[in-house]
T-cell receptor, first 115, second 115 residues
């Protein structure tokens, strides 16, 4: 079975704090991609980052960074120096080689950045 | 033109009405999707079309009827809906070739209220 879990339902931080959003996934496929999406109040899900199952190198892109660990099946996402505009619901998603038609989304984490 | 456009943005309909949701993508993608997002629930995949052919029907009730006349357009025809069908309906597109790493691109969604 394929599944994505985001244990944090809601997070509140004060502006300029760093915040990490957790994601744990399940799949038996060896080839897969993991994604993070952001859904602001306007409703549109915006693609942020992706990582493939063969590349565990962690990266930083601007204020975003991610930590992919296959050993723990985790794909955590960190926002550095958070801003009010980062307030949104964040979704982790999984897409596998054998079921590429089905992108599995986690339940989402609602992030509130307080000025 | 934005990448994926959905109309209308908001729709209120009675249970006996018939209406259609429209989605258009300008990204040259060849796969299109309908997702349902209800309050307090994960994103639910409803339908998938690859190259205009339906490849996934995720046990969706027959009161929802998709139509994909070409790779750029996707419709969701609605009839005799129930109040529990009230939700945000999101359309997305992606590439099928090189598919595993291809992120979904979403529209703004149609907020549907069934009275």
């Amino acid at each position: 079975a394929q599944k994505v879990t985001q244990a944090q339902t809601e997070i509140s931080v004060v502006e300029k704090e760093d915040v990490t959003l957790d994601c744990v996934y399940e799949t038996r496929d060896t080839t897969y991609y993991l994604f993070w999406y952001k859904q602001p109040p306007s409703g549109e899900l915006v693609f942020l980052i992706r990582r493939n199952s063969f590349d565990e190198q962690n990266e930083i892109s601007g204020r975003y960074s991610w930590n992919f660990q296959k050993s723990t099946s985790s794909f955590n996402f960190t926002i550095t120096a958070s801003q009010v505009v980062d307030s949104a619901v964040y979704f982790c998603a999984l897409r596998t080689q054998t079921s590429y038609d089905k992108v599995i989304f986690g339940p989402g984490t609602s992030l509130s950045v307080i000025p | 033109e934005t990448g994926v456009t959905q109309t209308p943005r908001h729709l209120v309909m009675g249970m006996t009405n018939k209406k259609s949701l429209k989605c258009e993508q300008h990204l040259g993608h060849n796969a299109m999707y309908w997702y349902k997002q209800s309050a307090k629930k994960p994103l639910e995949l409803m339908f998938v079309y690859n190259f205009k052919e339906q490849t996934e029907n995720n046990s969706v009730p027959s009161r929802f009827s998709p139509e994909c006349p070409n790779s750029s357009h996707l419709f969701l025809h609605l009839h005799t809906l129930q109040p529990e069908d009230s939700a945000l309906y999101l359309c997305a597109s992606s590439q099928v070739l090189d598919s595993v790493n291809s992120p979904l691109h979403f529209g703004n969604g149609t907020r549907l209220t069934v009275t």
